[in-house]
C-alpha cells in the first residue's frame, strides 16, 4: 500500500509562475520529508528536506510545507524557470534508514 | 568526482538467467541503497546497508539479494530474474543511515526480462 502519494501525475506552469507540487501521506510516524528532483536519464537528486518540528523550511526559491494535521507536504517554486522542468518525487522516513518515495509528479515550465 | 556508478545502464536476459548489477561509491559513504522505479509507483526501496556486512530489507525485496563486503561496493543480485523485476533500478548512499543525510543516487539501471 503506498504510504506516500502523489495524485497529479503533471503540472504545467507558466515560466515566472508559482508551481506548487502537492504530496500525502498515511503513517503518523514519518517525521522527516523530502523533495528530490529527477531529469530524464539521470538519477534523483535532492532538492530540500522538512523534519516534523517544523511547518516551512525555504532554500532560495524553493518552499517545503508541512501540515502534519492533515498529513500534507507541498513545494513551492518561486518564480518557476525553463530549468525546473523535471520529475518530483515526494519521500518519507521514520526510521533514517527505510525510505518512502510517492509516484512522482512530471513538472514542465513553459517559457 | 564525487560519484555513485552503477553497471551495466541497460542490459535484456532472459527469465532465470542470474545476474548482477553494480554498484560503486567513491565518497566513502557508510549507508547505501538499492530501489525500483516503475510507472505508477514511483521509487520503492529493495535493501539498505547501514555499513560493510550490514544489509536489511526494504519495502520490496523479494526476488533479490544483496552483499556489502566492501565499504565501497553494494551489488544487487537476481538469482532468477522474472519479467515482472523489468524496471529501472537505482542505487543511492549517503554518509551515514539517519533521516538528515542526503542521499546521492546513481544513473540507474534500466532492466528488460523476457
Known amino acids: 500500500d503506498q504510504q506516500v502519494k502523489q495524485n497529479s501525475p503533471s503540472l504545467s506552469v507558466q515560466e515566472g509562475r508559482i508551481s506548487i507540487l502537492n504530496c500525502d501521506y498515511t503513517n503518523s510516524m514519518f517525521d522527516y520529508f523530502l523533495w528530490y528532483k529527477k531529469y530524464p536519464a539521470e538519477g534523483p537528486t535532492f532538492l530540500i528536506s522538512i523534519s516534523s518540528i517544523k511547518d516551512k523550511n525555504e532554500d532560495g526559491r524553493f518552499t517545503v510545507f508541512l501540515n502534519k494535521s492533515a498529513k500534507h507536504l507541498s513545494l513551492h517554486i518561486v518564480p518557476s524557470q525553463p530549468g525546473d522542468s523535471a520529475v518530483y518525487f515526494c519521500a518519507a522516513s521514520y526510521t533514517g534508514n527505510q525510505f518512502y518515495f510517492g509516484t512522482g509528479t512530471s513538472l514542465t515550465v513553459i517559457p | ?114
Open chain 2, 1 to 114: 568526482e564525487a560519484q555513485v556508478t552503477q553497471n551495466p545502464r541497460y542490459l535484456i536476459t532472459v527469465t532465470g538467467k542470474k545476474l548482477t548489477v553494480t554498484c560503486s561509491q567513491n565518497m566513502n559513504h557508510e549507508y547505501m541503497s538499492w530501489y525500483r522505479q516503475d510507472p505508477g509507483l514511483g521509487l520503492r526501496q529493495i535493501y539498505y546497508s547501514m555499513n560493510v556486512e550490514v544489509t536489511d530489507k526494504g519495502d520490496v525485496p523479494e526476488g533479490y539479494k544483496v552483499s556489502r563486503k566492501e565499504k565501497r561496493n553494494f551489488p544487487l543480485i537476481l538469482e532468477s530474474p522474472s519479467p515482472n523485476q523489468t524496471s529501472l533500478y537505482f542505487c543511492a548512499s549517503s554518509k551515514t543511515s539517519g533521516r538528515w543525510e542526503t542521499q546521492y543516487f546513481g544513473p540507474g539501471t534500466r532492466l528488460l526480462v523476457l
